[in-house]
């Protein structure tokens, strides 16, 4: 039996990882509304200013697609990802790089370049659809931890308690509106600066801030401004804001997921950054993996 605490991407992935892998799970979330809640759910293999894949993306990803699209019809929606281009130099840069990243490239034009394999994740649903699969496949659920041995997915709550020692983090908190833009009908995701995804009814999700600063909960007028303008750059229709949120980005190295053992705590995944949808089904795996030696 091993104790899972914490149930966002990263405590879903690992509990149903190590079911998979034969080991029986006993799950103990403290309710609280986690990053996972929040997230935008974007997947886009070759995020960032400069036009880099995201590490070990390919090898992510191969385990991350079928790990959801087993889980349900739709969780994941593949979606075309408009790159728009800044400026001329940044559309230089991508010149320089085009040959690196031809196997994502779906087509190039003057408004940016769009990549082929990316699209999102409906988070919330993932949550509880996993919770269902998991108490389907005999995991357990407990109000507090029992002991034994243990994993700790506790995200960016439990980086800033600092459950684990010497864990030095970059946590950011983040902010993303939801709006209503009648009409539109954009059905690519579009990303420059940040980002919008079409999620159906003339509905967007538009995000998102970064906040190094403030690793306070809850949306602020603040970062309701700052999304408001962003999503101005992409487009001078009106718009209804119809839902506002935050959470805290469990950040240590970058997006790259950390795997940590310590006498007497156990282990603990974390760090999944920005980037949780790709990469806590494969660092779920990897902890199943250790757990079976
Ligand atoms: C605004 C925003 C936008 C984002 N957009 C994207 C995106 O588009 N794509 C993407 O891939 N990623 C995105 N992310 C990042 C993504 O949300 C994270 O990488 C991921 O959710 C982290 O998952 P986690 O399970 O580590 O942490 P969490 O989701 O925070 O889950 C940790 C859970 O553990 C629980 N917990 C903590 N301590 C205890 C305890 N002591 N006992 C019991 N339970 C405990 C918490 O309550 C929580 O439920 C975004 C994040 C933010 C904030």
């Known amino acids: 039996m091993v104790e899972v605490i914490g149930f966002g991407l990263a405590g879903a992935c690992v509990a149903l990882?190590?079911?998979?892998?034969?080991?029986?799970?006993?799950?103990?979330?403290?309710?609280?509304?986690?990053?996972?809640?929040?997230?935008?759910?974007?997947?886009?293999?070759?995020?960032?200013?400069?036009?880099?894949p995201s590490w070990e993306v390919k090898e992510a990803w191969d385990v991350a697609l079928p790990f959801y699209e087993e889980l349900g019809d739709h969780l994941f929606q593949s979606v075309p990802i408009l790159r728009l281009w800044r400026d001329e130099k940044d559309r230089r840069k991508f010149?320089?790089?085009?040959?690196?990243?031809?196997?994502?490239?779906?087509?190039?034009?003057?408004?940016?370049?769009?990549?082929?394999?990316?699209?999102w994740l409906d988070c919330s649903r993932f949550l509880k659809i996993a919770r269902e699969e998991c108490l389907k496949s005999g995991g357990e659920w407990a109000a507090v931890p029992r002991g034994g041995k243990q994993v700790?997915?506790?995200g960016a709550a439990g980086l800033i308690r600092g459950d684990f020692d010497?864990?030095?983090?970059?946590?950011?908190?983040?902010?993303?509106?939801?709006?209503?833009?009648?009409?539109?009908?954009?059905?690519?995701?579009?990303?420059?600066?940040?980002?919008v995804i079409?999620?159906?009814?003339?509905l967007y999700r538009?995000?998102?801030?970064?906040?190094?600063?403030?690793?306070?909960?809850?949306?602020?007028?603040?970062?309701?401004?700052?999304?408001?303008?962003?999503?101005?750059?992409?487009?001078?229709?009106?718009?209804?804001?119809?839902g506002h949120v935050a959470?805290?980005?469990?950040?240590?190295?970058?997006s790259k997921p950390v795997v940590r053992f310590q006498e007497g705590r156990g282990w603990m995944v974390n760090g999944l950054g920005s980037k949780g949808v790709i990469y806590a089904p494969r660092v779920g795996l990897?902890?199943?993996?250790?757990?079976?030696?």
């Open 17 to 52: 990882q190590l079911q998979r892998a034969g080991i029986q799970v006993r799950v103990v979330d403290d309710g609280r509304v986690g990053s996972s809640h929040v997230a935008g759910g974007l997947v886009n293999l070759v995020a960032g200013r400069n036009f880099e």
């Open 95 to 119: 010149e320089r790089k085009r040959e690196q990243l031809g196997s994502w490239i779906q087509k190039v034009d003057d408004e940016g370049v769009t990549w082929r394999g990316g699209g």
């Open 152 to 154: 700790w997915c506790a």
């Open 166 to 195: 010497d864990v030095a983090h970059r946590s950011a908190k983040g902010e993303i509106l939801t709006v209503k833009i009648p009409g539109w009908g954009e059905n690519r995701i579009l990303n420059r600066n940040g980002w």
């Open 198 to 202: 079409p999620i159906g009814n003339d």
């Open 206 to 242: 538009v995000g998102a801030t970064y906040d190094w600063d403030h690793l306070t909960s809850g949306p602020t007028e603040e970062g309701r401004e700052k999304v408001e303008s962003l999503l101005r750059t992409f487009t001078d229709r009106d718009f209804e804001v119809t």
């Open 247 to 254: 959470g805290i980005r469990p950040i240590i190295n970058r």
């Open 286 to 293: 990897e902890m199943a993996e250790i757990l079976q030696e």
